[in-house]
């Protein structure tokens, strides 16, 4: 090879290893932003209905968490989200994260992260730091509904989905309460609740959801699919003895199917629950089997006192949460319809149920998109109830007034991330 | 900057059509490249070797091969090596492409998803040896089934695809071509690598001037046990992650071939392709909680036959031309899942597709200034989808499509070129059935302002059908909208080629690209009632980016690479409340650059004649992985290096490859690790 060939081929080389230091300095400034960072937890002090409320953001593909006390004020816009850590196999919050029903008396924040991740994650509301993680999958995918705490630092969460191939880890079956102690850090057992499905089909699953404590024991709502969605069964309620961890008694709810909404009264008397009905796999739901059911325990027993149907009273299909916002009233959302044309064909509503007259409220209507009112929750020492509306984007707080649900006044939350409001929980 | 020698006594115009296909094979042979062997298609009217020693034109466009079909749009052309490397899968060898984003979802042999341009998968069709291998569910194509060891060249339409084309594509469209037989050969190839990598390759060839023929059979297995970091959906707490083994990923393929090619008199050349692909594998599901006996059978079956005939009074005056198609294509895809493992809610679908299509165009030169092509197409689509216990899909789609376009030259270095087409979609399924009409309209120019220098630009409006999928359902829970109209929307780009040749020491080719693609009425899903979403036309986008490619040979030795695409992809869908707006998934900046070392030794006693090595990078700037911009993968940097032997004038070859050297372990999409580094060794042996 000539000189002049080797001085063109060495600058060639040259041009080339500066060009590519230039393109390297261009793809680091090309990344995408990074997420919006926390602004930080909130110290709020205990009152009659706990520390405050958080509030999950979602669209079903990320999640972003904020704070809010119980007289609407957003203390922190961005706790805690999917990007509050780099991703891994999966995101710090995937899109599918809910609140636990009961209030988390031990004073953290508790996101349960459903499908397909199955994680607790534990935050301090004050330091917006994540305390601790749980997995609670033992191998498949569990798809966590709902955390109880119990006291001592033991607690429960609901499993819906089960193992189809179980025992390779320990208490891996599924459909089932899991036992947590350490404060949730550690499983330590389960419930199995297949004993509440007594006389029901046999392919029908627990598939238990919601939970509440009622006196000394724990209510838990079982959804009764079985394990491909095709067959229902009239759903039922498990009474749990956390004592000795098994089930003491059920209760089922004839013509009740796809409940997925539990709540239970200011004085802990009644129980209400929510049902979407049977799953038709159709654009136009059935309503037959919906409707808002409300029950009254009597000892070992559990006594209906009031049911609303949907085809009847309600119209539409009740949402997957309701509250008491009094001894008389319950608030439940319904789901409306989008119509092919991509126009709603049934509104989202937001209705109060009068236990004592048998009337129903509307209180609030979706805008332009149904399934987006979402979980209600409700105070009733605190005198508000509030409700999540993602059409808009915003948090709507009602008074409780003896007639009912009063003054809606509208909370932005203002994160600057703009993920619609989806869940509710309190601590 | 210079020529390097007169223009010949043909007609300019006549030496502009020749100029890419002799440029490529006058290329191959001055890089020394094995691509000496590649052949031009036959559509593009490309010279007999003899031809091309004797025809004195100007060497253009040699070190960035563009594609044939359509001059004026900008297009990239992968052959030789950049498709041979041994483990090399498709969209391994396409994600170096500018424009090119690719998604795998773990090795070689799993679902892996292509789009150009900011466009999804959906709007990206990819065609094999002429037959569209896109399916009416979800009309993603799976680069995964695409065999790369019998393939001759890929065509990347980046932006505009032919206007013969079944479907266009809103951002382009990839055409793969298989090798056509032309000598007499026998052929075999032994593969290994890692996570139990194999291959056995047999193949042989007859054929010479006037005919060839020939078969191929490929088997190969990989059984993906590749290792990943399991964090367990933790992401802050490390102490329980921990290093797992992929379970059922393992795959075997067997692929076969037959390709024949008839002369047909003076008058032209008739092609056939038949091919039989089968793959049994593992469905291993998302990487924290693996599904461990799910599995997946695909078969698929295609035939394909085109002819090109000179069709007026002179068959070599090249005034006229009819170019007839055909295609079938069946594809049978089951998947078991007897534990529910995956989310679809069923033990065991049944996906059968089945479409034929004939396409015929006619193409006129009245005079050297004028070109005028005019054709239709028609196909018919069948999509069955069957769940075990659950209502299942039965929908067909009758398509016609008439297209024409009209090329004129005003003056020598200025292509003028107008396409157009109207395609109408009739269906029929459950329901209320859809009907389309879809209309597609692209003007560009190709400007050669100097010798070593051109510029071309496009204007186009395209459109996307909906698929039998999204307008009928796919499942209970995905149900179908009779309503969907056409996704669509105008491209546009503006670009520059420039081309030096310095066959002693230095040539340099350098392309660069600067487009804007907008959509509107994109289809995504909602929850429309209880339990159930509908597709819905909700979305709009809007993309502005560039692409650059360069190549520079060095002292005839050393080949130099560099690719840069820089976009900004947005979300403009009106009412949107999320603030951020970038587009998933969608790199802002995609590096690519590589260097390689090809020495031609004379022969010793071990008959070594060709030694090869390189090495490539890939760079992709970290992508947001949700609309709302919380989630946000890191950068993901590619280096892979390759080393050739070659001995007995390619009696016998040796390839080897290291990919993903740095051992990168980030993912395309959440939840599916991808392989680390990898070797792969492929010995080849031929007799000719």
Redesign the interface.
């Given at each position: 090879m000539s000189t002049s060939r080797m001085q063109r081929c060495t600058q060639g080389a040259t041009i080339a290893w500066r060009g590519s230091v230039v393109v390297l300095a261009l793809t680091s400034a090309c990344n995408a932003p990074d997420p919006l960072p926390s602004t930080g937890g909130a110290s709020l002090d205990e009152g009659p209905c706990g520390h405050g409320l958080f509030v999950i953001t979602s669209d079903y593909q990320s999640t972003s968490t904020a704070i809010v006390d119980w007289s609407g004020i957003v203390h922190s816009a961005r706790l805690i989200g999917s990007g509050s850590s780099a991703p891994g196999l999966g995101a710090a919050l995937s899109g599918d994260v809910v609140a636990p029903t009961e209030r988390v008396e031990s004073g953290r924040i508790v996101l349960i992260d459903r499908f397909p991740a199955g994680v607790l994650s534990f935050v301090d509301p004050e330091t917006a730091e994540v305390l601790h993680q749980t997995s609670l999958g033992t191998g498949f995918a569990a798809n966590p509904q709902d955390y109880l705490e119990l006291g001592g630092g033991v607690a429960y969460v609901s499993r819906y989905e089960s193992n189809a191939s179980p025992g390779a880890e320990a208490f891996d079956e599924g459909s089932d309460l899991l036992i947590l102690d350490d404060d949730g850090r550690r499983i330590a057992g389960r419930v199995d609740l297949s004993g509440a499905l007594e006389g029901a089909d046999p392919e029908l699953l627990p598939r238990p959801s919601r939970m509440l404590r009622l006196d000394e024991s724990v209510v838990v709502l079982l959804s009764a699919y079985s394990r491909s969605f095709t067959l229902s069964g009239d759903a039922r309620l498990a009474l749990v003895d956390p004592m000795t961890h098994t089930v003491t008694g059920w209760a089922a709810l004839p013509g009740a199917r796809g409940c997925s909404a539990l709540a239970r009264s200011p004085s802990g008397a009644r129980i209400a629950v929510g049902c979407s009905g049977s799953f038709g796999g159709t654009s136009t739901p059935t309503l037959d089997d919906a409707g808002v059911v409300v029950l009254r325990r009597d000892g070992a027993d559990f006594v209906e006192e009031a049911r609303f149907v949907a085809a009847e009273v309600l119209g539409d299909p009740p949402g997957f949460s309701l509250a008491f916002a009094s001894e008389r009233h319950v608030v439940v959302p319904s789901f409306g319809r989008l119509a092919t044309s991509g126009e709603a064909a049934r509104d989202d509503r937001l209705l109060e149920l009068d236990l004592e007259t048998g009337s129903v409220r509307e209180l609030l209507r979706s805008e332009r998109e149904p399934f987006t009112i979402g979980e209600v929750r409700c105070g009733a020492a605190c005198g508000a109830c509030f409700v999540t509306d993602a059409d808009r984007g915003r948090v709507v707080r009602f008074s409780i007034t003896p007639g009912g649900l009063a003054s809606p006044r509208s909370l932005e939350l203002g994160d600057g991330v703009g993920l619609p409001p989806r869940y509710l929980g309190g601590y | 900057v210079k020529s390097q020698r007169r223009r010949g006594t043909r007609g300019r115009r006549a030496a502009a059509q020749h100029a890419v296909a002799l440029s490529l094979s006058i290329a191959a042979t001055w890089l020394g490249e094995a691509a000496a062997h590649a052949e031009l298609p036959a559509q593009s009217g490309t010279p007999s070797d003899g031809d091309a020693e004797t025809l004195d034109v100007e060497v253009r466009g040699a070190l960035l091969p563009r594609a044939t079909k359509d001059p004026t749009v900008a297009s990239t052309v992968l052959e030789g090596d950049a498709l041979d490397a041994p483990g090399r899968s498709a969209a391994e060898a396409l994600a170096r492409v500018p424009g090119v984003q690719i998604a795998r979802t773990g090795g070689a042999t799993d679902l892996a998803t292509l789009g150009l341009r900011g466009a999804t998968a959906a709007q990206t069709p990819v065609y094999l040896a002429g037959v569209p291998l896109f399916d009416e569910l979800a009309r993603a194509t799976d680069l995964s089934t695409i065999p790369l060891f019998m393939l001759r060249r890929a065509e990347v339409y980046r932006g505009n695809a032919p206007i013969e084309l079944d479907r266009l594509g809103m951002g382009g469209a990839i055409v793969f071509e298989p090798e056509l037989p032309r000598a007499n050969r026998l052929y075999s190839a032994v593969g290994l690598g890692s996570f139990g990598e194999r291959s056995l390759m047999l193949g042989g060839s007859v054929g010479g001037r006037d005919s060839g023929a020939a078969l191929a059979l490929r088997a190969d297995g990989f059984d993906g046990d590749f290792d990943?970091?399991?964090?367990?959906?933790?992401?802050?707490?490390a102490s329980?992650d921990r290093t797992r083994t992929r379970r059922n990923a393992d795959a075997r393929t067997i692929d076969g071939w037959a390709i024949g090619r008839l002369r047909l008199g003076d008058r032209g050349q008739l092609s056939t392709v038949a091919e039989a692909f089968s793959r049994e594998q593992g469905s291993p599901g998302?990487?924290?909680?693996p599904a461990?006996?799910a599995r997946a059978r695909l078969d698929r079956r295609l035939v394909g036959a085109s002819s090109r005939l000179a069709c007026g009074d002179d068959p070599h005056d090249g005034r006229c031309e009819l170019v007839v198609g055909f295609y079938g294509r069946s594809t049978d895809y089951l998947l078991r899942d007897?534990?529910?493992?995956l989310?679809f809610?069923?033990?065991e679908q049944r996906t059968r597709g089945t479409g034929v299509g004939v396409n015929l165009s006619l193409t006129g030169r009245p005079s050297d200034l004028v070109e005028i092509t005019g054709g239709a197409a028609q196909s018919v689509e069948a999509l069955s989808v069957e769940p075990r216990?659950?209502?299942g899909l039965s929908a067909r789609r009758y398509a016609a499509r008439f297209f024409g376009a009209a090329t004129l030259r005003p003056v020598p270095s200025l292509a003028l070129r107008a396409a157009g087409a109207v395609g109408s979609d009739r269906t029929e399924g459950p329901g209320t059935p859809p009907s389309f009409l879809s209309p597609s309209l692209r003007g560009g120019l190709l400007y050669e302002a100097a010798s070593f220098v051109s510029f071309y630009a496009n204007l186009g409006r395209y459109v996307r059908v909906p698929t039998l999928g999204e307008s009928f359902g796919a499942s209970?829970?995905m149900?179908g909208?009779?309503?969907l109209s056409l996704e669509k929307g105008p491209t546009a780009d503006i670009g520059a080629r420039l081309d030096i040749v310095d066959t002693?020491?230095?040539a340099i080719s350098a392309e660069v690209t600067v487009f804007g693609r907008y959509a509107s009425d994109l289809i995504a899903y909602?929850?429309?009632?209880?339990?159930?979403q509908?597709p819905?036309?909700?979305g709009s986008a809007r993309v502005l980016g560039l692409e650059a490619l360069a190549r520079?040979v060095?002292?005839e030795l050393?080949t130099?690479d560099?690719g840069?695409t820089?976009t900004d992809p947005r979300d403009i869908s009106e009412?949107?409340?999320?603030?951020?707006d970038?587009l998933?998934y969608q790199?802002?900046?995609v590096?690519t650059?590589g260097?390689s070392l090809e020495i031609r030794p004379d022969t010793g006693p071990l008959r070594l004649d060709r030694l090869g090595l390189g090495a490539s990078v890939l760079?992709r700037?970290?992508?947001?992985?949700?609309?709302?911009?919380?989630?946000?993968?890191?950068?993901q940097t590619l280096l892979e290096a390759d080393l050739v032997f070659g001995f007995a004038d390619a009696g016998l070859t040796v390839r080897g490859r290291a990919s993903n050297l740095l051992d990168d372990r980030t993912?395309d999409l959440?939840?599916l690790?991808l392989p680390g580094r990898a070797a792969h060794l492929l010995v080849e042996g031929a007799l000719r």
């Open positions: - | 990943y970091t399991d964090d367990r959906g933790t992401l802050f707490d329980d998302i990487g924290a909680i461990t006996r007897p534990l529910l493992e989310p809610g069923v033990t216990g659950a209502a209970a829970t149900l909208n009779p309503e002693r020491a230095v909602r929850r429309s009632s209880l339990g159930v509908r819905y036309n909700v520079a060095l002292a050393v130099l560099l840069l820089a009412g949107r409340r999320i603030e951020a970038l998933p790199s802002r900046l590096v650059s260097a760079h700037a970290s992508r947001v992985a949700d609309p709302a911009g919380l989630v946000v993968l890191p950068e993912t959440i939840g690790p």
